[in-house]
T-cell receptor, first 116, second 116 residues
């Protein structure tokens, strides 16, 4: 079965500094990878996704992620964080078989704290 | 586009009663909907997958007689927590996926259930 590991439970970053959130997956075939953000009182919002092609994917809000098959990683990055980026971030994998019938397996999340 | 709503956003009920949670795709037809459960400060765990017009598929360890799922139309799925107990208190989140072969799940804002 697939699994997703987010090794950092909490990360604190100063406003304006760069950010990298780590995600490692365990899955035999080519995974479909996602990053979601969850803010208090709001639903999960999709930041970006990777299915195939260019391994560096651009998302919303200035986020990007790089798929590295050799490292089984899909780390999320942002060059300069804003206070509004403080939230919970989830990495997820989908064993998408083309039938659209598969749910997502989520990592445990990384809580991002922004220092002024 | 791709908006998913949930109702109610929060509910408090007495132990032993049943609670129904609705999940609607507002601007697209969802052939598949998913139900997740999220405990405080933890990740989302997939409970079940429901396809319009057919029985839901439950994940291992999820009691199908306690968590009744109905997906009667392409825009509505319901989760009924039967004979709720305090340990059922949690945050329930649904997601919806559109036409077969599409690749992204859109999440509802969640429903906070508290069982007294």
């Amino acid at each position: 079965a697939q699994s997703v590991t987010q090794p950092d439970i909490h990360i604190t970053v100063s406003e304006g500094a760069s950010l990298e959130l780590r995600c490692n997956y365990s899955y035999g075939a080519t995974p479909y990878l996602f990053w979601y953000v969850q803010s208090p009182g709001q639903g999960l919002q999709l930041l970006l996704k990777y299915f195939s092609g260019d391994t560096l994917v651009q998302g919303i809000k200035g986020f990007e992620a790089e798929f590295k098959r050799s490292q089984s990683s899909f780390n999320l990055r942002k060059p300069s964080v804003h206070w509004s980026d403080a939230a919970e971030y989830f990495c997820a994998v989908d064993h998408f078989s083309g039938g659209g019938a598969d749910g997502l397996t989520f990592g445990k999340g990384t809580h991002l704290i922004i220092q002024p | 586009g791709a908006v998913v709503s949930q109702h109610p956003s929060w509910v408090i009920c007495k132990s032993g009663t049943s609670v129904k949670i609705e999940c609607r795709s507002l601007d697209f037809q969802a052939t598949t909907m998913f139900w997740y459960r999220q405990f405080p400060k933890q990740s989302l765990m997939l409970m079940a997958t429901s396809n319009e017009g057919s029985k839901a598929t439950y994940e291992q360890g999820v009691e199908k007689d306690k968590f009744l799922i109905n997906h009667a139309s392409l825009t509505l799925s319901t989760l009924t927590v039967t004979s709720a107990h305090p340990e059922d208190s949690s945050f329930y989140i649904c997601s919806a996926r559109g036409l077969v072969g599409t690749d992204t799940q859109y999440f509802g804002p969640g429903t906070r259930l508290t069982v007294l």
